[in-house]
């Protein structure tokens, strides 16, 4: 996480982001472990304003947006069927994270949007 003190700090922070200098990396826990331990996910991606929900279409869909990240599978817990990934984010989309993993079946744990099992209960910790 990046803060800046300053505006002209923020304002060239702005710019890094906007020209794509700063790298997103993110920490994930997952339904199941992807067949591949490390990949890369590459989708349309269209949203859906009045439900605020993103979902995967066809590329020719009008309006859909390309969205691609990187993953790979730091650990998984066979016991409760979890894994943790580290996600690296080349585009920006509304939901993008959730929404492609949702979509080859290792939905973010807990996520209730677009999760498969959101809201399984466990009396295990997540021992990840």
């Known amino acids: 996480m990046v803060f800046?003190?300053?505006?002209?700090?923020?304002k060239r922070l702005s710019e890094q982001v906007r020209e794509r200098q700063i790298k997103k990396e993110y920490l994930a826990v997952?339904?199941?472990?992807?067949?591949?331990?490390?990949?890369?996910?590459?989708?349309?991606?269209?949203?859906?304003?009045?439900?605020?929900?993103?979902?995967?279409?066809?590329?020719?869909?009008?309006?859909?947006?390309?969205?691609?990240?990187?993953?790979e599978v730091l650990k998984y817990n066979q016991e409760i069927n979890l894994s943790v990934l580290k996600i690296r984010l080349h585009t920006?989309?509304?939901?993008?994270?959730?929404v492609?993993?949702?979509?080859?079946?290792?939905?973010?744990y807990g996520d209730q949007k677009y999760g498969t099992r959101g809201?399984?209960?466990?009396?295990s910790t997540l021992g990840i």
Do not use: C, F, W
Not at 4 to 10: E, L, N, P, Y
């Open 30 to 71: 997952v339904d199941g472990k992807p067949e591949q331990d490390h990949g890369t996910l590459e989708n349309y991606l269209i949203k859906n304003e009045k439900n605020n929900m993103s979902q995967v279409v066809a590329k020719e869909k009008k309006g859909s947006k390309y969205a691609k990240l990187d993953y």
């Open 92 to 98: 920006g989309r509304h939901h993008q994270i959730r």
């Open 4 to 10: 800046a003190k300053t505006s002209k700090a923020a």
């Open 100 to 108: 492609q993993l949702s979509h080859i079946n290792h939905s973010i």
């Open 119 to 123: 809201r399984r209960k466990t009396n």
